[in-house]
Every structure is written in C-alpha cells, then in structure tokens.
C-alpha cells in the first residue's frame, strides 16, 4: 500500500477540519439561539484544540494504514467513518435549514479524500466492508465528543502564575 490514500484522506480532513474550527463558534452560537441551551457555546480556542486533537487520532490512523498494508481496523473505521461523516454534515445543514459547520467542504474536499482511500484499498484487495462504516461511526463519534469536552475542560483549567 502506498502513502497515497492515507495522505488523501489526510489532508483532506485537515482542509476538511480547518473549515470546522473556523465554524464551529458561529454554528454553535445558532444552536444556542435556537435552543436556550447555554452549554453548546463552543469558543474560538476550543475549536482549534477540538481539531488539533482529533486531528491526532486522524494522522495516527493513517500511520497505521501505511504500516499495515491497509488492514489496520483503526485505519479503515477513519477511511470509512470519515466518508460518512459528509452525510452528517449534509443531514445537520438540512436539519437546520442552512450551513452547519463543515458543510461547505463536506462534499467537494472531505468526499473525494475518503473515496481515494477507499480506492486504494480496493486495489490492494483489502474493500472496505460495511462493518468498516459502523467500526467508523462508532470510533469517530465519541472521539470527537471528547475532544470537545478535552478543549473544555482545558480552557476551564486555571492558568499558573509565576
């Protein structure tokens, strides 16, 4: 296996995830709007720590990938759970009735970076199967919840003087 499809999906995440720390404040600021509850408000730092962590789990599945000729579970529950991650966002973005964070790069970046991975490992005779998916959904939802609650708690810690 070739280092093309991890860095696809990669950097297609990064691009992907820059546009989410960017939105993730505003999107939230409309939730709250929405729903009176205050504890949604997700602050400008704790986006950017939310994606630096995730962005972790992300490069270390795709390390993985590499090393293992695409086998690693880990690798192909991101390759799979990321591909259907942009159906989250485009489920989010109509439920809202407008743009979500994430929703404008869900299908022309997100999309083909998960297909090219998905790609390669067909190629390579290992096919991303539909337990890949649910491994994927299961993995990469809690994992992005406690990175949001990570970058909370962070941001809540007090600071230490000299």
Not at 33 to 49: E, F
Not at 122 to 143: H, I
Request: proline share 4%.
């Amino acid at each position: 296996m070739s280092w093309k499809g991890p860095i696809a999906l990669f950097t297609a995440w990064f691009i992907h995830d820059i546009e989410e720390a960017f939105a993730f404040p505003a999107t939230s600021d409309r939730l709250v709007d929405r729903t009176g509850i205050k504890q949604l408000r997700i602050t400008p730092h704790q986006s950017w720590m939310a994606v630096a962590l995730m962005g972790t789990l992300v490069a270390a599945a795709c390390g993985r990938g590499v090393r293992t000729g695409g086998k690693s579970k880990m690798y192909r529950a991101v390759a799979a759970g990321l591909e259907a991650h942009v159906a989250s966002h485009l489920i989010a973005s109509i439920a809202q009735r407008g743009y979500t964070a994430g929703v404008a790069s869900a299908l022309p970046v997100m999309l083909p970076g998960a297909l090219v991975a998905r790609r390669e490992l067909y190629r390579d005779g290992v096919s991303l199967q539909f337990r890949d998916t649910v491994n994927g959904v299961a993995m990469l939802l809690p994992a992005a919840l406690v990175c949001h609650v990570v970058a909370r708690l962070v941001r809540r810690a007090p600071t230490a003087r000299n």
